[in-house]
T-cell receptor, first 111, second 109 residues
Framework: NAGVTQTPKFQVLKTGQSMTLQCAQDMNHNSMYWYRQDPGMGLRLIYY???????DKGEVPNGYNVSRLNKREFSLRLESAAPSQTSVYFC??????????FGPGTRLTVL | AQRVTQPEKLLSVFKGAPVELKCNYS??????LFWYVQYSRQRLQLLLR??SRESIKGFTADLNKGETSFHLKKPFAQEEDSAMYYCALPSTGRRALTFGSGTRLQVQP
């Protein structure tokens, strides 16, 4: 079992470029999440999906979009990247309890 | 709204010394509280949750509702405990977690 996987591991973008971060899970969890991790700010929720076919905004959704393609996959898209989106992005899943399981992260730099 | 406060950005101790990582919260109701740990270059992983009342890797945490605290403690720190520690609780109105800003624990030899 791979658990939660994310691609890519690293990415450098120029301001204005777009990209999609991919997340997949084999834990059969209904809920999936995207967080960003910034120094001194902890993890902040960008978007989440309580089940296949539903998505909701989190604390910092501006500049992002998401797609819950199926139960396994939840992607995060940056349409026009900005330097303020330089961060480490974590995908997570959750089952019937509140415990969450995290992917390895994607380190994104926007120049 | 719920909030998690970790007042220390960095805690540096010597090997064998006691450790206490502070976490205070604001939440209406009875929260479920978590500690997550992130070792260097690794993903976040659950260290412990208060409802299970376990001791993991020698760490314990007691929920103090009067002081609204959930401090993480270990009597004798080891070098391998060096990591980033996050306190978290469920977000109101959504099935997600609200995290504190994290405390970096540095255990020196």
């Amino acid at each position: 079992n791979a658990g939660v996987t994310q691609t890519p591991k690293f990415q450098v973008l120029k301001t204005g470029q777009s990209m999609t971060l991919q997340c997949a899970q084999d834990m059969n969890h209904n809920s999936m999440y995207w967080y960003r991790q910034d120094p001194g700010m902890g993890l902040r929720l960008i978007y989440y999906s309580a089940s296949e076919g539903t998505t909701d905004k989190g604390e910092v959704p501006n500049g992002y979009n998401v797609s819950r393609l199926n139960k396994r996959e939840f992607s995060l898209r940056l349409e026009s990247a900005a330097p303020s989106q330089t961060s480490v992005y974590f995908c997570a899943t959750g089952g019937s309890t509140d415990t969450q399981y995290f992917g390895p992260g994607t380190r994104l730099t926007v120049l | 709204a719920q909030r998690v406060t970790q007042p220390e950005k960095l805690l540096s101790v010597f090997k064998g010394a006691p450790v206490e990582l502070k976490c205070n919260y604001s939440y209406s109701g009875s929260p479920e509280l978590f500690w997550y740990v992130q070792y260097s270059r690794q993903r976040l992983q659950l260290l412990l949750r208060h409802i299970s009342r376990e001791s993991i890797k020698g760490f314990t945490a007691d929920l103090n509702k009067g002081e609204t605290s959930f401090h993480l403690k270990k009597p004798f720190a080891q070098e391998e405990d060096s990591a980033m520690y996050y306190c978290a609780l469920p977000s109101t109105g959504r099935r997600a977690l609200t995290f504190g800003s994290g405390t970096r624990l540095q255990v020196q030899p």
